[in-house]
């Protein structure tokens, strides 16, 4: 026996995605995954819809409560929240989680961090491989990972439907019955990815997202030389 775990996927509670939570519950049931964890940057909103709507279509989907917090050393996701954390500070953040019984899940460590070792003694797994990183910093992910001694994790980092299918976890034995087993399954239990490769587009069209939603001449420019950035590199891969 073995169950499904996703995580790392956003909806439109964050500013750079417009994925309908209903349309999130549908599409994850119609992939296999048996747990989903909604992790919007700085909300659970989109985590609480997501369970809402699984409950009132009656679907056979457990949602984890997240969210993917920015703090002053990155993002720090909380997982099994009970509350709506803002706090900015990625220790306060993650002593915050650890107070309400959730786990820290540290996402693509090597992008926009600001790793110390009070931040690292505090997260209870590591995202080693995060589907819109490049695989160089998931490799150094996996390595931080083994060197610390902790559980792994694997994210599609969905902004899109499209994205939810690209990477899952599976893990050995029954799928547990309470919140409790699924915190044990995923610190402890043996586990398998199962990975596809998405388009390098995928960021360039949440940044899309971005501008349609909060127009400015900066993120313009920004999406402008991130299209052209892309290009070259199709071309150059192309060749």
């Known amino acids: 026996m073995s169950w499904t ?3 790392h996927v ?16 549908r599409e994850a049931v119609k992939c296999g995954i048996d ?20 409950q009132d279509l009656g679907l056979p989907l457990r949602v984890v409560i997240a969210s993917e917090v920015h703090t002053d050393q990155g993002d720090v996701i909380g997982l099994f929240l009970k509350d709506d954390l803002q706090e900015t500070s990625a220790l306060e953040f993650c002593d915050r989680v650890h107070e309400d019984g959730g786990l820290v899940l540290l996402p693509h460590p090597f992008r926009w961090h600001r790793l110390d070792e009070a931040l690292l003694e505090r997260v209870d797994l590591i995202e080693v491989y995060n589907g819109r990183t ?4 998931n490799a150094r992910a996996a390595a931080l990972a083994r060197e610390r001694g ?20 599976e893990f050995e034995g029954d799928l547990p019955a309470d919140e409790d087993g699924l ?15 998405g388009s390098h587009w995928n960021d360039w069209l949440s940044l899309g ?11 313009a420019v920004r999406f402008v030389r ?8 199709g071309r150059s891969t192309a060749r």
């Open 5 to 7: 775990f996703v995580g």
């Open 10 to 25: 956003h909806t439109k509670y964050s500013f750079d995605s417009l994925t309908d939570p209903r349309a999130l519950a």
């Open 35 to 54: 747990v989903l964890a909604v992790t919007d940057h700085n909300s659970w909103q989109g985590a609480v819809a997501t369970l809402g709507a699984a």
């Open 134 to 137: 490049p695989e160089a910093l």
């Open 150 to 169: 902790l559980p792994e994790i694997a994210g599609p980092d969905a902004h899109r439907l499209a994205e939810v299918r690209l990477t899952r976890v």
């Open 183 to 197: 915190k044990r399954a995923l610190l402890e239990a043996p586990r398998t990815f199962h990975i596809e490769h």
């Open 209 to 219: 997202v971005s501008l349609m939603r909060f127009p400015s001449l900066k993120l």
């Open 226 to 233: 991130e299209g052209v950035r892309h290009a070259r590199s």
